[in-house]
């Protein structure tokens, strides 16, 4: 395990959370060489495989933003890169980076670090009570129609508005930077091959393949050093036992990639 307490203070956080990718088609993709950007940047040019802490974006977020990342899929348990202090947490070790707090962007900012969320599905959108939760926990906060999920440009929208963020963070200031990338939840039909307006597994490795293409000008971005945390917060149903969608227990959902790496 990364020594978080080493990483936290010296480094720039940022956290992507690629909305309702599935594991499988992930791995797939990556196995086959269609997603360089990513394997060039992960371990082993491979995703790991975990088990999220919520099967839909608000309760999987949540959990995240306390914490819980997702879990590596086999035997624990498992220590955790950021932990509240909690007395007689089984997850905390030394490496471990705890915050006395109730959520991670509070307590990166007891510490000095600038928070930003840059939201893209619906649970991000402020524009109701609900909508306005997870951004609430940040400092800074941005959502726009055009960041949405019907929006075929979403991610290179919410990249140009990282920018704006970044070109205006004072040097000397650490940034903890969320961005939920909504490209990849339904609708996402528009990007296959145009044979179909319905959603499918198929239209889904699609929208991947395109937001690998997005991604090195984000990273790009980033200053360095930057600690960098990329994963799905949940995985979602195209027929799989009659199921679509998420907020369900089957494995296509509860299944989902994660990596972490260090841009230096």
């Not at 086999?74 to 997850?91: D, I, N, V, W, Y």
């Not at 999920?149 to 979403?154: D, G, I, Q």
């Amino acid at each position: 395990m990364r020594d978080m307490n080493a990483v936290v203070g010296t480094h720039d956080l940022l956290l992507v959370t690629l909305d309702t990718l599935r594991y499988d088609v992930a791995a797939e993709l990556m196995a086959a060489g269609e997603t360089p950007t990513l394997a060039g940047l992960l371990t082993g040019g491979r995703w790991e495989r975990r088990h999220t802490p919520g099967s839909f974006t608000y309760a999987a977020h949540a959990a995240m933003l306390a914490g819980f990342l997702p879990t590596p899929a086999a035997p624990g348990p498992h220590q955790r890169l950021f932990a509240a202090a909690f007395p007689g947490s089984e997850t905390t070790a030394d490496g471990t980076w705890t915050f006395d707090a109730a959520d991670l962007p509070a307590g990166l900012a007891r510490i000095g670090y600038h928070t930003v969320c840059v939201g893209g599905v619906g649970f991000f959108n402020k524009r109701t009570p609900l909508g306005s939760a997870l951004p609430s926990l940040f400092a800074e906060s941005h959502w726009e129609p055009e960041f949405g999920v019907t929006e075929p440009a979403s991610l290179e929208h919410q990249i140009a508005r990282i920018a704006e963020v970044i070109g205006r963070e004072p040097p000397d200031r650490r940034l903890f930077l969320l961005l939920n990338v909504a490209a990849l939840h339904q609708p996402n039909w528009f990007y296959g091959d145009g044979s179909s307006r319905d959603d499918s597994r198929e239209s889904h490795a699609a929208a991947l393949r395109h937001v690998d293409t997005q991604l090195a000008s984000l990273f790009a971005l980033m200053r360095r050093p930057c600690f960098v945390i990329v994963c799905s917060d949940h995985g979602t149903a195209y027929g799989e036992d009659g199921h679509t969608g998420h907020r369900i227990g089957h494995e296509v959902v509860w299944t989902v990639p994660y990596g972490e790496f260090v841009l230096s």
